[in-house]
């Protein structure tokens, strides 16, 4: 059995690649096939004229955007991504497993494991296997992988309560427009500034349980154990830097005219938030459908163009690099599994 398993993983390691990689061109195709005369030459295609279509739509619409503008978008990709690496060293720090694991070895895990989490979508599923292939390797029990990825999915729902209750406040106009999508949303300034209070209340009393040691929430057969007030603070610090680097990526792809960044804040919290929820890879067409009603006047052209940018920065490009850190990293396991097996050298 123990062969089986070493054989497993590193099969379905390449399962994982060979799938991202048929995600990637199909996510790209559904980016351009948004205008009716691109979709048509792409139906009457085969698969090298559809990449070279795909292409070139991609290039036009990205020759828009200044440089400067590209290397803010870049400079806020890392800091998100950082952000992400450090949920992973809190979750470990939480857990007391730090020691032994470099922050390199951190960051690149954090890396892989998000950026097939973002764009396969069932986060806690794609995401969880990665750190329990990654951090097993380094002697982690599965019980403390899983406490580790419920940790780091918590400090990325805390982030957006903590925004989210801070643009609600500051910005309560945000959520009228969104009630012609849904009924949900028909709420005044004052409701929605409620709504803000009530989460930033809920952030505040997560803190005092961690503060005066509050026993454990318990719900049916789960269990949740309040962080050390270090963790809180860390958590207070990471989780919205990763969410200010991610929307900064769309705010400096968009035209400034009109546009606050508290707005395209408030636009990402909310339409990356029900991209998640529906589990659709990169939230298509509902952070656009949110985007577009959030801010009419900014062209749609442009927030298209923007989106596309976030998602070659945050999703796109953060894919491709992370197709060959598991094909690496299998390739060392496989060597390893292979080395174990082998009969040991007749002694002379």
């Known amino acids: 059995m123990k ?39 792409l139906d009457a295609l085969g698969l090298w004229g559809d990449i070279q279509v795909i292409s070139s739509v991609i290039a036009d619409k990205l020759a828009g955007i ?44 954090s890396f892989v494991t998000y950026a097939l989490s973002h764009n396969i979508g069932a986060s806690v599923f794609s995401g969880g296997m990665v750190r329990f292939r990654a951090y097993t390797a380094k002697g982690l029990s599965p019980a403390e992988v899983a406490v580790l990825v419920g940790l780091c999915s918590f400090t990325f729902a805390f982030g957006v309560i903590v925004l989210l209750g801070v643009v609600l ?84 792809a968009l035209p400034h005219e009109n546009v606050t960044f ?18 659709v890879p990169g939230g298509v067409g509902v952070m656009e459908a949110v985007f577009l009603a959030v801010m009419p006047q900014v062209p749609a052209t442009s927030v298209f163009a923007a989106l596309l940018v976030w998602r070659l920065f945050y999703l796109i490009l953060p894919l491709v690099g992370s197709i060959p850190v598991v094909l690496l990293f299998e390739r060392s396991q496989l060597g390893k599994a292979t080395r174990d097996i082998e009969p040991p050298a007749a002694l002379h």
């Open 169 to 252: 406040v500051w910005e309560p106009g945000i959520i009228a427009p969104l009630s012609e999508m849904s009924a949900s949303f028909a709420m005044g300034d004052s409701v929605a500034r409620a709504a803000g209070v009530a989460l930033l209340a809920f952030c505040a009393l997560y803190t005092i349980g961690s503060w005066r040691h509050f026993p454990p929430l318990k719900i049916g057969g789960f269990e949740l154990v309040y962080p050390r007030l270090p963790i809180v603070a860390r958590q207070y610090i990471a989780a919205p830097m990763e969410l200010i680097g991610a929307a900064g990526i769309i705010y400096f």
């Open 262 to 279: 508290m707005l395209v804040l408030g636009a990402f919290l909310l339409s990356f938030s029900a991209g998640l929820l529906s589990q």
């Open 66 to 109: 200044t440089p400067t503008s590209y290397l803010l978008a870049f400079l806020s990709t890392l800091l998100a991504y950082g952000a992400l690496a450090w949920y992973d060293r809190i979750a470990l720090l939480h857990i007391n497993r730090q020691r032994g694991i470099s922050l390199l070895y951190v960051a690149v895990c």
């Open 3 to 41: 062969r089986i398993r070493d054989f497993f993983w590193p099969a379905v390691g390449l399962v994982a690649v060979v799938w991202s990689v048929r995600l990637l061109y199909v996510k790209m195709q559904a980016e351009v096939s948004a205008d009716p005369a691109v979709k048509a030459r």
